[in-house]
């Protein structure tokens, strides 16, 4: 088997016109430096020199080797130079998948410090269900997934889970539709439910049976902005992230409805990665990012 420090030598020795030369160059001894040649020369069968004297001469065989392993060790060394842009963040890419909630409400101040600190990673990001982005994980197509847990999906051995903040889920309706009346009183009232691929779906159906709440009527959605949209409409009771709806709030859109529930419904957001795969020098930076900048979101 031949090696790069073999083919090395050999293209100092040429560079450089003799033996001895290319081992000063190199740093190591004479005798390592024709142990490297004589290693080439029996692996491939031929003669890369004549010697004549002190003088040395490529072969045929030679001028051919000398012409490949230098088109070899230049496209080792740009190997290497790309792994230290790669480690030192100057180059490369990071794919991310996010639901649309996370896309909208975690994602853009976190990608701004993201890009502040490494403009020259591109950034790729893929989102839509929970469901849709683990596929996408799954294949190698995202590095790195952020989603807030889904109770419907169970949690995989072959996959890194770290949360990078809690989020309080609060029911909330358009003032004028509710009084000030707590939950419990507004059972004639209509309700903004999710289908069951939301993760918030099962939160408000355990909520629903432990408290016993019934209503008369309910609108079905998939997306939490639509369900947002339609409570500030006035068209409903609805049951969304607190973070969601901090503009809301703020503006006297939307105003939180009291429960007799003791129970505080907290919704763990987190990112996931394969464990075999891991992350790239990329990956682990927008993690710790991340894990430092989120929690602050939900203050």
Excluded at 41 to 56: N, Q, T, V
Excluded at 106 to 113: D, R, T
Excluded at 144 to 159: E, Q, S, T, V, W
Excluded at 258 to 286: F, P, Q, V
């Amino acid at each position: 088997m031949i090696t790069l420090h073999q083919l090395n030598s050999f293209c100092e020795i040429v560079k450089e016109g003799s033996f001895r030369a290319a081992s000063e160059k190199l740093y190591i001894s004479q005798p390592s430096i024709s142990q490297h040649i004589a290693c080439l020369e029996k692996h491939f069968g031929i003669s890369l020199f004549h010697r004549k004297g002190r003088k040395i001469q490529l072969t045929p065989e030679g001028r051919y080797l000398y012409a490949s392993s230098r088109e070899i060790l230049e496209k080792v060394d740009s190997i290497t130079e790309r792994f230290h842009d790669m480690r030192n963040l100057h180059s490369g890419n990071l794919s991310i998948g996010c639901s649309c909630f996370t896309g909208t409400r975690i994602l853009p101040p976190v990608l701004e410090i993201f890009q502040k600190q490494f403009p020259r990673i591109d950034v790729d990001i893929n989102s839509g269900p929970c469901d849709k982005i683990l596929q996408h994980l799954e294949n190698a197509e995202i590095e790195m997934a952020i989603m807030g847990k889904n109770l419907n999906i169970p949690d995989r051995n072959d996959h890194i889970y770290h949360s990078i903040g809690r989020d309080r889920i609060v029911f909330v309706a358009k003032p004028s539709l509710t009084g000030g009346k707590k939950l419990n009183e507004c059972e004639n009232s209509t309700f903004i439910t999710f289908f069951d691929n939301n993760p918030l779906s099962i939160y408000f159906k355990d909520f629903k049976m432990r408290n016993k709440i019934s209503f008369s009527e309910k609108i079905t959605v998939e997306d939490m902005e639509i369900a947002k949209k339609l409570a500030c409409e006035g068209l409903g009771i609805c049951f969304l992230s607190s973070l969601a709806i901090k503009e809301e709030l703020k503006k006297g859109q939307l105003e939180i409805i009291e429960t007799d529930d003791d129970n505080t419904l907290m919704w763990d957001i987190r990112t996931i990665y394969n464990k075999t795969r891991g992350l790239s020098y990329a990956g682990w930076e927008m993690l710790k990012i991340l894990q430092r900048e989120t929690p602050n979101l939900f203050q």
